[in-house]
């Protein structure tokens, strides 16, 4: 593995011995978006692309940091008042810090990382460097004793506290608990989470990346869910994970229009991710392919979060006769996920890559993905 093989050459030219090698996932969610804030349910897995790094402990009360794709080193303490300057290295800073603030050890090590988790692409690089990192500060320093579920947390706590993103659960908890060929059911309300076989023989996910961010001039996403907490309070309930469609129109008279689409997409997509999971039980690929379409369509017309750009891409995988397409992800750029037979696939990307191409200008950019592990150890 040539990742391997640079990340293990570096550490020995830079520090002069070998370090332990770890590694963690990006992740994909098949289906259930913008359920998480209103206490439904999502269907990630970890892919087959991550963050590796060789790390040594050095004996004393600092970190040495080498990024090797950015080719640029940090050095810092673990005291709240080392913050190194560099955003990539406040990553590691904050899961050194938010580990020992749970009362677990950390002391002073060397590490080089990269990845092959493509940037931008909206599969969670951060949250697989924050959970290679959580998973081995575990394992060096602390025999493994901090559970699964706090490293996911500490990983959350990392963005909130260090990096300025107030992110849900969902990409550490998928990085942590990644099963090679399965997705996993986590309830956003409970934490409760289940492991469903992905055995998908004769097909293949692929993303393709429309390389698209629109600039927004408000808050769509807050205001989204603005939306979605009015509507819950109005029907007197915590979140609209305990509404259904029935309630739902008892009150239209008494919404708008706008809050009525988006409690209409959320309600509908709580229950399309339980029936994906039904339908992956029965191996009906068919009616997980067709409702990956419903929640397109849902996210384009109802929530109104994506793109011409995106739409675009999704009409192309129809047409193509691809079994399942759709955004994922917050939306108004990034990626398609796509399930393509695999007699279909070399005329749906060659078809994407022309007809896209002829209308913006660039090919969207393709990766295959294939659900894979979670954190580790490599050696």
């Given at each position: 593995?040539?990742?391997?093989?640079?990340?293990?050459?570096?550490?020995?030219?830079?520090?002069?011995?070998k370090g332990?090698?770890?590694a963690s996932?990006?992740?994909?969610?098949?289906?259930?978006?913008?359920?998480d804030?209103?206490?439904?349910?999502?269907f990630?897995?970890?892919?087959?692309?991550?963050?590796?790094?060789?790390i040594?402990?050095?004996?004393?009360?600092?970190?040495?940091?080498?990024?090797?794709?950015?080719?640029?080193?940090?050095t810092?303490?673990?005291?709240?008042?080392?913050?190194?300057?560099?955003?990539?290295?406040?990553y590691?800073?904050g899961?050194?810090?938010?580990?020992l603030k749970?009362?677990?050890?950390?002391k002073?090590?060397?590490?080089?990382?990269?990845g092959n988790?493509?940037?931008?692409?909206?599969?969670?690089?951060?949250?697989?460097l924050e959970?290679?990192?959580?998973?081995?500060?575990?394992?060096?320093f602390?025999?493994d004793?901090?559970?699964?579920?706090?490293?996911?947390?500490i990983g959350?706590?990392?963005?909130?506290n260090?990096?300025g993103?107030?992110?849900?659960i969902?990409?550490?908890?998928?990085?942590?608990?990644?099963?090679?060929d399965?997705?996993?059911?986590?309830?956003?309300?409970?934490?409760?989470?289940e492991?469903?076989?992905?055995?998908?023989?004769?097909?293949k996910l692929?993303?393709?990346?429309?390389?698209?961010?629109?600039?927004?001039v408000?808050?769509p996403?807050?205001?989204?869910r603005?939306?979605c907490?009015r509507?819950a309070?109005?029907?007197?309930?915590?979140?609209?994970?305990?509404a259904?469609?029935?309630?739902?129109?008892?009150?239209?008279?008494?919404?708008?229009?706008?809050d009525?689409?988006?409690?209409?997409?959320?309600?509908?997509e709580k229950?399309?991710?339980l029936?994906?999971?039904?339908?992956?039980?029965?191996?009906?690929?068919?009616?997980?392919?067709?409702?990956?379409?419903?929640?397109h369509?849902?996210?384009?017309?109802?929530?109104?979060?994506?793109?011409?750009?995106?739409d675009?891409?999704n009409?192309?995988?129809?047409e193509?006769?691809?079994a399942?397409s759709?955004?994922?992800g917050?939306?108004?750029?990034?990626?398609?996920?796509?399930?393509?037979a695999?007699?279909?696939?070399?005329?749906f990307?060659?078809?994407?890559?022309?007809?896209?191409?002829?209308r913006?200008?660039?090919?969207?950019?393709?990766y295959?993905?294939?659900?894979?592990?979670?954190?580790?150890?490599?050696?």
């Amino acid at each position: 593995m040539e990742l391997k093989s640079k990340i293990e050459k570096t550490f020995e030219e830079r520090f002069g011995t070998k370090g332990s090698l770890y590694a963690s996932a990006g992740r994909i969610n098949l289906i259930g978006e913008h359920t998480d804030y209103n206490g439904g349910f999502v269907f990630p897995g970890a892919i087959d692309k991550v963050i590796m790094a060789a790390i040594r402990p050095n004996g004393t009360d600092r970190v040495t940091a080498y990024s090797l794709d950015l080719g640029e080193e940090a050095t810092f303490g673990l005291n709240e008042e080392d913050a190194p300057s560099q955003q990539w290295a406040r990553y590691i800073f904050g899961v050194c810090r938010e580990t020992l603030k749970r009362g677990f050890d950390v002391k002073g090590f060397d590490t080089v990382f990269a990845g092959n988790v493509p940037l931008g692409a909206g599969l969670s690089s951060s949250a697989a460097l924050e959970s290679c990192f959580a998973f081995a500060m575990n394992r060096l320093f602390n025999s493994d004793a901090i559970p699964k579920f706090e490293l996911a947390k500490i990983g959350q706590s990392t963005e909130h506290n260090y990096c300025g993103v107030n992110c849900g659960i969902m990409d550490q908890f998928a990085s942590v608990f990644g099963k090679k060929d399965c997705l996993i059911r986590l309830d956003c309300r409970s934490l409760e989470y289940e492991y469903f076989p992905f055995s998908i023989n004769g097909y293949k996910l692929v993303l393709l990346d429309s390389v698209v961010k629109h600039e927004l001039v408000d808050s769509p996403y807050n205001k989204r869910r603005q939306s979605c907490e009015r509507v819950a309070a109005k029907l007197g309930i915590e979140t609209l994970r305990d509404a259904d469609m029935a309630a739902l129109e008892t009150i239209k008279a008494e919404i708008s229009t706008e809050d009525y689409m988006r409690a209409k997409f959320v309600i509908e997509e709580k229950k399309r991710v339980l029936d994906v999971c039904d339908a992956l039980n029965r191996g009906d690929i068919a009616t997980v392919g067709r409702l990956m379409y419903e929640t397109h369509r849902g996210l384009s017309k109802d929530y109104e979060v994506s793109c011409e750009e995106l739409d675009y891409l999704n009409d192309i995988a129809k047409e193509c006769g691809v079994a399942g397409s759709r955004i994922m992800g917050g939306g108004f750029g990034g990626c398609t996920i796509n399930l393509v037979a695999n007699e279909k696939y070399d005329r749906f990307i060659a078809t994407a890559r022309e007809k896209f191409s002829a209308r913006y200008g660039h090919e969207p950019k393709v990766y295959d993905v294939v659900i894979s592990d979670g954190a580790r150890c490599v050696q």
